[in-house]
């Protein structure tokens, strides 16, 4: 990858997710210079100018303006955050092939620049997308991955954090699967500091292994209580954005559960799912083999062949 020393993020959609993102980057200091990109180029400068009038009291300096996909050549990364919301009446295999044609022609164009950095796919449904996404840019899978169960591993360790009353920096558990509705978490590799969640569960009378259950199903549908309170969400992801893109510029090698490229991974082969990974300056460094019991390998193997069953059925 050429584009190693840029700090250089190009944003694909300037909606409530991109600018919720951008946001993040500003306040955090995540990159030295932001191109806001959008169908919309009014909205997409009025955005950066927005931004940019608040960089007096930002971490650090910063050059945020809207651009096009020329724009996208020497990146070292480009985050996706543009398609189409599902309509009424509409099915998600019409959303998908909606969505996958948006991204299809997004992707070709980022390519046509000359771009080698890294793409990072947030458009839902997302495990799907990103891997329209690395078909139609041939870059190396390890240089494209998606959000993937990135934000659903946030909101676990938040409502575990506020059950437990232990700071949610020191709650190590994880979201795996599709970025939806099969998605489950591995309690059988949690833990609290270094003590396993399930031990703390059975040391203390005030906890039991059945609220576990409903904090994971309060993790599920989290997304569609939102909604329905304030029709989108968007301020978690674009944190978990943010945090991704400081991984990957800090070269960090930060664990991060995100929709990743796995061959043969319990039964799930050459296709995207949320797995936790390794991510520095050149992607992915690394999908960490965790070891899972029978049942746990059956959810998983599960939440691949629905995604399967999406890509074979996709006009792609």
């Known amino acids: 990858m050429n584009n190693n020393d840029t700090r250089k993020v190009v944003l694909v959609g300037a909606g409530l997710v991109g600018m919720s993102y951008a946001y993040a980057l500003v306040n955090q200091g995540g990159c030295d210079e932001l191109v806001l990109i959008d169908l919309d180029y009014n909205k997409a400068e009025g955005e950066a100018m927005d931004l940019s009038h608040g960089l007096a009291y930002a971490p650090k300096d910063m050059k945020i303006y809207a651009g096009d996909y020329k724009d996208c050549h020497n990146a070292g990364l480009v985050v996706i955050a543009a398609g189409a919301n599902q309509k009424d009446g509409e099915t998600r295999l019409d959303l998908l092939n909606k969505n996958a044609k948006i991204i299809k022609s997004i992707v070709e ?42 934000l659903d591993s946030a909101r676990l360790r938040y409502l575990l954090s506020n059950y437990l009353n232990i700071d949610s920096k020191n709650v190590h558990a994880y979201i795996v699967g599709e970025h939806g509705d099969s998605e489950f978490p591995l309690w059988s590799n949690a833990s609290i500091g270094i ?90 460094r690394e999908v960490l083999k965790i070891h899972m019991n029978k049942v746990d390998q059956d959810r998983f193997k599960n939440s691949g062949d629905i995604l399967k069953e999406f890509i074979n059925k996709m006009d792609i």
Request: hydrophobic share 40%; net charge positive; glycine share 6%.
């Open 195 to 284: 003590k396993p969640l399930l031990d703390v569960i059975n040391e203390h009378n005030e906890f039991n292994f059945a609220d576990l259950e409903h904090i994971y199903v309060d993790v599920r549908d989290a997304a569609y209580k939102i909604i329905e309170k304030k029709k989108s969400t968007y301020y978690g992801i674009g944190m978990a954005l943010c945090h991704i893109t400081k991984a990957i510029f800090n070269d960090s090698n930060s664990i991060i559960p995100v929709s990743v490229y796995v061959e043969n991974y319990y039964g799930v082969d050459k296709m995207y799912i949320g797995m936790p990974a390794i991510i520095n300056r050149q992607g992915i």
């Open 109 to 150: 164009k980022i390519m046509n620049s000359g771009f080698k950095g890294i793409l990072l796919m947030t458009t839902n449904p997302v495990d799907i997308m990103t891997y329209v996404a690395y078909k139609y840019s041939k870059l190396p899978h390890r240089q494209v991955f998606g959000s993937g169960t990135s």
